[in-house]
């Protein structure tokens, strides 16, 4: 492959990971990420992943849960993700390092920037669990964070739709995909394919996004060889 980016960062939502089941990990889609991922490394494309927790938490489910009590239980959430899919990474040969915003020593290493940088400098990928670390704040502002602090050229936004609409595609068949859009056009216009404060946050630090549907073939390739599908932002 010919990659058009040296460093990237992915979001993968947790309903991506859930195939169509949309609870848990289909090992299915975990497989195919795993493959496409181990072939833009041994590219010595630098691959950082921002992981969301929403197959197994999202939200308050529908409770009166306190809401920062829920959002550190979405945080748990994700390390479960990241865990999952180091361990298929790791079994392809690709060597990880699952790095948390919130502490659990025992099983990933806390997020130090440096350290990240160090990691794939030397060709590791990189999982980013438990979001930005703070309630409030969504896996989307996360990965719009660190990709600022990792300098990476472009967040790659793998979700389960295959780019942007002006409305929900499963709710409304008149729904329009945009093949390009602003980072103003997106906060005006109210879209939710991405939270507006990681628009906002990446608007700030001149970071593109891809936004692109994750059951497309070889999307995330695709993505990094800077072939012109799904949705950007910039």
């Not at 609870?23 to 490394?41: C, H, K, M, S, W």
């Not at 494309?45 to 308050?60: L, S």
Request: glycine content about 10%.
């Amino acid at each position: 492959m010919v990659a058009k980016y040296k460093r990237v960062l992915i979001k993968l939502s947790g309903e991506a990971l859930a195939g169509s089941t949309g609870f848990g990990i289909d090992q299915t889609v975990v497989e195919n990420i795993v493959r496409q991922l181990g072939a833009a490394n041994q590219s010595g494309v630098q691959i950082g992943i921002v992981i969301g927790g929403g197959n197994f938490w999202r939200g308050r489910q529908g409770t009166n849960m306190d809401r920062t009590t829920a959002d550190h239980m979405g945080m748990l959430a994700t390390v479960i993700n990241a865990l999952a899919l180091q361990d298929a990474l790791e079994r392809h040969g690709i060597q990880t390092r699952v790095q948390t915003a919130l502490p659990i020593t025992s099983v990933a290493e806390p997020y130090i920037i440096r350290r990240a940088i160090r990691h794939l400098e030397k060709g590791r990928v990189i999982i980013l669990g438990c979001g930005t670390g703070n309630p409030f704040f969504t896996t989307d502002t996360a990965a719009a964070l660190r990709a600022a602090e990792i300098h990476a050229e472009v967040i790659l936004l793998a979700k389960n739709v295959d780019g942007i609409y002006d409305c929900d595609p499963k709710k409304h068949d008149c729904a329009v995909k945009y093949k390009e859009i602003s980072y103003l056009e997106f906060i005006k216009n109210g879209l939710s394919a991405m939270d507006t404060t990681a628009v906002s946050l990446c608007m700030d630090n001149r970071i593109p996004i891809v936004a692109f549907g994750l059951s497309q073939e070889n999307s995330i390739l695709r993505a990094i060889e800077g072939e012109d599908f799904g949705t950007i932002i910039k």
